[in-house]
């Protein structure tokens, strides 16, 4: 289930403010080359200690088994 689309207009990377994009299970910051994982219920971590390297999350096709 995506994150509803008023919260991701509202939501910025928290590492470096820049603008963010959802991407399979994950929201995505080019400029820092993270990935945020998205949760069950469409909840987005957005703590910089949880996010995956961008290339992580391209080799998992965007795709993890994480839950709340």
């Not at 289930?1 to 963010?20: H, S, Y």
């Not at 910051?29 to 971590?45: E, T, W």
Request: charged share 30%; net charge negative.
């Amino acid at each position: 289930m995506p994150v509803p689309k008023d919260l991701l207009e509202i939501l910025a990377c928290p590492k470096c403010k820049g603008d963010i994009e959802e991407k399979g299970m994950f929201l995505i910051c080019d400029g820092c080359k993270l990935a945020y994982p998205i949760l069950n219920d469409s909840v987005p971590d957005m703590l910089i200690d949880d996010a995956w390297e961008l290339e992580k999350a391209k080799e998992n096709n965007f795709r993890h088994n994480l839950k709340l």
